[in-house]
């Protein structure tokens, strides 16, 4: 045995040591070596006393071994200079403890290796979050090495992430409490913010103060591209405003929320843009929706949401307004944005006015709400465009009708419930039967359905295409049987914008032609001014095809304010039909009779044929053959009948017989009072008489 300088008890030249039962290591001592363990100060007493004691007995004594929170029990077996014994309770305690310090150290150095390596920033802090190590991560941050030693974890947190990453980390410097796991923004170097995950956790080192560990990855590449796909799946790609999945999701949020003051919804739908679409192509459509998304963002406080509902419509929410009031005023504001300037698209100025629907938020849910403000447009938009509607309860009732009336008329179309009914055209000076309108007749469940409800509906939902085709191969074997039995009468078929614009509608009409055997002269196509005014380029010219075969192209309602009378040497039209509302005050408004003159006049000119539709009166007939107006049809000359009563008027000779005074008008649905073909009886003078029965596109 031998001490050494500093007090401390050493072992030396320790051999054959091996296990004598249970925990004790029998060691011998030779007296040369190397030292094996040491024991401090604190234990000499105690081995002192036991090596007296261990001469003549074998007591065992317990002292402390350094560095080991254990008891080395020692006793002394056998006492002599040349041979010391001891016995040590838990024999791999020194061995352990050797091993136990190798392991942190290689421990450590992997812990900085694996901290070199990884993207992730890595921190070792104080448990009052003060930094003490940072990993060559840092750098990605802008941070030189060793600059954020010394320096809080606070200081490199955005404030308003703050309170969370604070919560975090006191779970963490709690004993027992699991990990902390935040996310915040991280200043860098140069002063700006990045997004980061981190992870907050106590370190515990035996024989070194406790510690925080906080590792943190940059996500800010992962943060913007949410960020893009959150704004790519609620806003629109074209205008950027919200769209309507944002729109459906803000109403929601405030009848979750309650409105503060009146809420309401605006709907607005662009008057013409389909035809803007059909005349200069979608892409100067979609520049014109940008200009207008930008006039009707700038119409309005910023507190509302716009948003662009879906093709031309657009949607706002207005939520806390003062007053319903307030809600229609900003709807105002916006009809005029549109119409106060022409927007410029393709070098070409393209005025439009809007249809705008108002609904306020009374009750119910925010469905209902969207919906009352888009039934509200709607009804705008048939009353014209180019005004505010504000939604009242009858509208929804409209609504359902017609949805009611669309399944009804197209079970209708696949059984084929209808009927035609035909509206001679005459010659006004001699009576001869010259063509015949063909009208559409549908009776539902019995009772007759005015053709200016179900045609709408049938316009709406694009069941009209069908229900045309229908018509036109109809009325041109109708045609074809009248050439048959030696009567030379047109026919003359009504076509709508949709139908015009459906797909192959030239092939359809040339195959109906060649299906049929109609001499093409034989069948005139009637269209709407306005529609043919504003159609789109490819729709005129299919038009002006089908008038080269030798089909006659018809302008209806002319006159209503769309076409100037010297844009008809444009148009390649045969017969211009003078729009009823003109024929009705011939007799008693002086414009109108002038203006109606002027139009027989000009089309004489041009070489169209020119038919006064709605005679009802006999002043009426008088007056336009005085104006040198050649043809015409109205319930004077003839009501809307079957082709078999066609076939009994007098075609060229005798002439047909005209009444001397005004008669009743014919409701065109109910039956006629007289045998066929024949003039009803005078019944006394009776108030103006409605204009006549409607085509099939009204």
Known sequence: MAMDSSGNVIVVGVSDAGFVGGDWLIIKYSGAGVPLWTLGPHGWDDLVAGMNQGISSTPAITVPYRG???????????????LLALAARVAGLLVR???????????GR?????????ADVVLVCSLDGTIKWASPASTRYGYAAGDLAGRRLAELVHPEDLVASTRAVQSAVRRGQPS?????????????????EALVSRYHDPGAPDQLLVTARDVSDQVALRRQVTHLTFHDALTGLPNRAYLEDRARDMFAAGPRGTAGAIFLDLDGFTEVNDSVGHGAGDLLLTQAARRLRAAVPPEVTVARWGGDEFALLVENAASAGEIVDIAERLTLAVAEAPFTVADRDVPLTASVGVAFANGGGHGDLLRNADVAMSRAKEAGG???EVFA??????????VELASDLRRAITEREFELAYQPVVDLNTGRVLGAEALIRWSRAGEPVPPAEFLGVAEDSGLIVELGDWVL????RQAVAWQDSGRAITVSVNFSRRQLSAARFTDSVTAVLDETGLDPGALTLEIAERVLIEGAAPMVAGLAALRRRGLRLAIDDFGTGYASLAYLRQLPVDIIKIDPSFVAGLDHDPTLGMLTRTIVQVGRELGIEVVAEGIERAEQLDALRDMGCGLGQGFLIARPMPAHEVETLPGTDPPLPFAAAPIEPIDPIDPPDGAPGQVPPMPPPAPAAPVGSPPLVP
């Open 180 to 196: 902390g796991r935040f996310s915040c923004r991280v200043r860098s170097a140069d002063g700006t913010w990045r997004h980061a």
């Open 473 to 476: 191969r109809k009325a041109c």
């Open 386 to 388: 180019g005004r505010v």
């Open 393 to 402: 309860a009858h509208m929804h009732a409209d609504v359902v009708r017609r």
């Open 110 to 118: 992997q812990f900085r290796v694996l901290a070199d390596r990884i």
């Open 68 to 82: 080991i929170d254990e008891w080395v029990r020692i006793a002394i077996l056998s006492g002599g200079t040349a």
């Open 97 to 107: 403890d050797r091993a136990a310090a190798a392991g942190r150290q290689e421990a």
